[in-house]
């Protein structure tokens, strides 16, 4: 079936991978990336797809009621994949407001342009909010966060995600709108931007500049490589059923400090130091006000009902990450000039 596929942000990290999987799996779909090219959102993210027939870029605010309005009319969307939002936890300490602004109101928007367009029929119609584990909370030594538990978000970001998951379901039960969610844990790999732990730490290494590890290092995040969270995203827009939320996640669990460690020794490698160089760089600093100790997913559903599993082990994708990192310099300075330096100075 030919579709008109909307992916918003899709100049950000995650969206540009799901931006490339879908334009070059199926070149029947027209794919309109929609993204307000923000200080995230780079289109030297999607320079290798970008002059192929079925991809669009289109540059606009999802918060601009009008814009959005216009774009739906002129594409006659049958599907939205809305990843566009703020989305690192320590700039929403910072600036609270933006967050509530493009990830309430946007997804709001969103969805009530997609209800307005899609309300004589809503038959293969689909809006798909990609969210994120962080709306569970913080979980303690054990347990996993599942599709059934209660959200409890703790931080401005995860708040404004949580707030923007509801609106969704909101309008799939008030209005029918065909809607799926899915919350994902924390990604890495290639286009990261670098005020996110894996790619500032392979930034800092390799220019010799402190490692910040924020209070002791002991808070726990469960890492999944970004292709696989676009490959699930792919799965779960095709054959996910309507009205459900799916988690994903990679069953891998690594302690800050731990994972720093491990990065430190990839790093000492692909570089040629000599090994335990680069843990001399580790700098225990001030702890993230808020900090959530633990997020772990389980992704049972999705692997059971859909079949998706993860495709990499972590070492093997962190070594691909470093990689990457290693062999774009010129898209790493780009990213880290101007407005990341006056970022950098007020985090520390
Ligand atoms: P990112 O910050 O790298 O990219 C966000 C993109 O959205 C950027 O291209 C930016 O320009 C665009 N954008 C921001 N505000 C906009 C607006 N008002 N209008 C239009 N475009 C706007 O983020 P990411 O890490 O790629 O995350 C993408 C999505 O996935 C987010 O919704 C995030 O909450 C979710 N998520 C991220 C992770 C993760 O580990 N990074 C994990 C789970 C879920
Ligand atoms: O310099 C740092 N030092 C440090 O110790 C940074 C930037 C982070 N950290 C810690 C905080 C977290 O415990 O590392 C962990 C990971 O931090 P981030 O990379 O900022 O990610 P996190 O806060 O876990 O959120 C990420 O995953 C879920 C994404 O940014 C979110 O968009 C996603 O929803």
């Known amino acids: ?48 797809v970008k002059d192929l027939p079925n ?27 809305h990843l566009a939002a703020e989305s690192h936890v320590d700039r929403s300490i910072m600036d609270p407001l933006a967050f509530i602004k493009t990830n309430v109101l946007g997804t709001a928007v969103l969805l009530n342009t997609a209800r307005k367009y899609w309300k004589d029929n ?12 962080e709306v569970y909370g913080s979980l303690g030594e054990e347990g996993f966060f599942h599709e059934t538990t209660a959200y409890d978000p703790r931080s401005p970001y995860s708040a404004s995600k949580a707030s923007s998951d509801h609106f ?5 039960h008030t209005y029918h709108l065909p809607a799926i969610i899915s919350n994902c844990s924390n990604n890495y790999g290639s286009h990261h931007f670098p005020e996110k732990l894996i ?25 999944l490589y970004v292709n696989d969270h676009a490959r699930a995203i792919d799965t779960i827009f095709h054959k996910g059923r309507i009205g459900e939320t799916y988690n994903i996640g990679g069953f891998n669990e690594w302690k800050n400090i731990d994972l720093i460690q491990l990065l430190c020794r990839i790093m000492d490698k ?46 093997e994708g962190l070594e691909k990450t470093v990689d990457w990192y290693l062999s774009n310099e010129e898209w790493l300075q780009h990213v880290t000039s101007g407005n990341y330096q006056k970022y950098y100075q007020e985090q520390y």
Do not use: C
């Not at 995650?14 to 490339?20: D, T």
């Not at 918060?63 to 969307?77: H, M, N, R, S, V």
């Not at 809503?122 to 584990?133: G, I």
């Open 1 to 48: 079936m030919k579709r008109r596929i909307l992916i918003t942000g899709g100049a950000g990290f995650i969206g540009s991978h799901v931006v490339r999987l879908f334009v070059s799996k199926y070149p029947d779909y027209q794919i309109v990336n929609l993204d307000a090219l923000t200080y995230a959102g780079n289109l030297e993210n999607l320079l290798d």
């Open 55 to 81: 991809y669009v870029f289109e540059k606009g605010d999802i918060t601009d009621e009008a814009f959005i309005d216009q774009l739906f009319g002129k594409y006659q969307f049958d599907g939205v994949i």
């Open 122 to 133: 809503v038959e293969n119609k689909l809006f798909y909010h990609v969210s994120t584990d």
């Open 168 to 172: 969704v379901m909101a309008y799939y």
């Open 199 to 223: 790619p500032l730490a392979i930034h800092n290494i390799k220019n010799n500049k402190p490692v910040p590890v924020y209070g002791k290092g002991e808070n726990v995040r469960d890492w």
């Open 270 to 315: 692909k570089l040629g130091r000599p090994e335990g160089t680069s843990a001399q760089l580790i700098t225990f600093v001030k702890d993230r006000a808020g900090h959530d100790l633990r997020y772990a997913i389980d992704a049972t559903k999705l692997n059971k009902e859909l079949g998706w599993e993860p495709s990499l082990q972590f070492e």
